[in-house]
């Protein structure tokens, strides 16, 4: 199995703002995913994290609005920008193991007042 | 069609009860498959990974059943630290992993 650090574990951020969630894996791994998930909703993806080019976004989903950065094979952030109160959400990276099972980070629980 | 179809619940069952949870799902090219358990506020973490000929770890039994495409998970003498939400997971192929809705277990004391 893959540890995960994600951080910031929680952060309550005003409407406008940007903040940027880190992950860093104690392995090099292949594909790194960004999952969001809203109040008692399943998670949905947002993008897998390419290294060394640019992130894939899934439907709904644009790079101005969540800027993915994969410098090498164990970290990546993800940039919720000019949030808004819908983007409140727990915010989790995951990587998949042999392309198989998925690990995950702790999460990061945003809230946009 | 969702691809991953799961009962949201809520169960809610005594302790020492047996609960059982199915999953279906659309795509008869999915390769791999999972149930994974997420408590409140946490990370969803990985309880079990499901085969063809069924697997069982203590009393957690997963089976597959490719030609009706659905899975299931079968807890045995349910304890109060099994209350949770248990997704389904399916992988078609490569980076391609589908989510359930997630079933919702109490267990009650």
């Known amino acids: 199995s893959a540890v995960i650090s994600q951080k910031p574990s929680r952060d309550i951020c005003q409407r406008g703002t940007s903040l940027t969630i880190q992950c860093q894996v104690d392995?090099?791994?292949?594909?790194m995913f960004w999952y969001r998930q809203q109040p008692g909703q399943s998670l949905t993806l947002i993008a897998t994290?390419?290294?060394?080019?640019?992130?894939?976004?899934e439907s709904g989903f644009v790079i101005d609005k969540f800027p993915i950065s994969r410098p090498n094979l164990t970290f990546s952030t993800l940039t919720v920008s000019n949030m808004s109160p819908e983007d409140s959400s727990i915010y989790l990276c995951?990587?998949?193991?042999?392309?198989?099972?998925?690990?995950f980070g702790s999460g990061t629980q945003l809230s946009v007042l | 069609r969702k691809e991953v179809e799961q009962d949201p619940g809520p169960f809610n069952v005594p302790e020492g009860a047996t609960v059982a949870f199915n999953c279906t799902y659309s795509?008869?090219?999915?390769?791999?498959f999972f149930w994974y358990r997420q408590d409140c506020r946490k990370e969803p973490k990985l309880l079990m990974s499901?085969?063809?000929s069924g697997n069982e770890d203590g009393r957690f039994t997963a089976q597959l059943n490719r030609a009706s495409q659905y899975i299931s998970l079968l807890i045995r003498d349910s304890k109060l630290s099994d209350s949770a939400t248990y997704l389904c997971?399916?992988?078609?192929?490569?980076?391609?992993?589908?989510f359930g809705t997630g079933t919702s277990l109490t267990v009650i004391p």
């Open positions: 997971v399916v992988n078609i192929f490569g980076n391609q992993f589908y």
């Open positions: 994290a390419n290294q060394g080019s640019e992130a894939t976004y």
């Open positions: 392995s090099q791994v292949t594909m």
């Open positions: 499901v085969y063809s």
């Open positions: 995951s990587v998949s193991a042999m392309g198989e099972k998925l690990f």
């Open positions: 795509n008869s090219a999915s390769q791999s």
